[in-house]
């Protein structure tokens, strides 16, 4: 049984910085890749930023580049998004995601590579 817990979400004023993390449990780092999304309400789930599990690449959304950064302890079998100079767009419930099954390809950002997805953690970014 594969498990995704995301937590560290909250509320910040527009330049703080949030840490989220993904607690990972049953198979899912023998995952190709895992990512981390959100969703605004009224809009469609959108990719933040994912990683290969082998080679390690890390892709980024245009829109955090720069802000965002997508680290991993394989110790702890945790997956962060550390995310700085947050910006009140930056609004959303983020979820991470694992690709069990090898459907991802390229940057990894689209949400039906994925098939196994954790509850999501609130973050709201006040101006």
């Known amino acids: 049984q594969v498990q995704l817990l995301e937590s560290g979400g909250g509320s910040v004023q527009a330049g703080g910085s949030l840490r989220l993390s993904c607690a990972t449990s049953?198979?899912?780092?023998?995952?190709?890749?895992m990512g981390w999304f959100r969703q605004a309400p009224g809009k469609d789930r959108e990719g933040v930023a994912s990683?290969?599990?082998?080679?390690?690449?890390?892709y980024y959304a245009d829109s955090v580049k720069g802000r965002f950064t997508i680290p991993k302890d394989n110790a702890k079998n945790t997956l962060y998004l550390q995310m700085n100079s947050l910006k009140p767009e930056d609004t959303a419930m983020y979820y991470c995601?694992?690709?069990?099954?090898?459907?991802?390809?390229?940057?990894?950002?689209?949400?039906?590579?994925?098939?196994?997805w954790g509850q999501g953690t609130q973050v709201t970014v006040s101006s």
């Open positions: 995601a694992a690709d069990l099954s090898g459907a991802t390809v390229r940057e990894a950002l689209l949400p039906d590579e994925y098939d196994s």
């Open positions: 990683i290969y599990n082998f080679g390690g690449s890390t």
């Open positions: 049953g198979y899912t780092y023998s995952s190709y890749c």
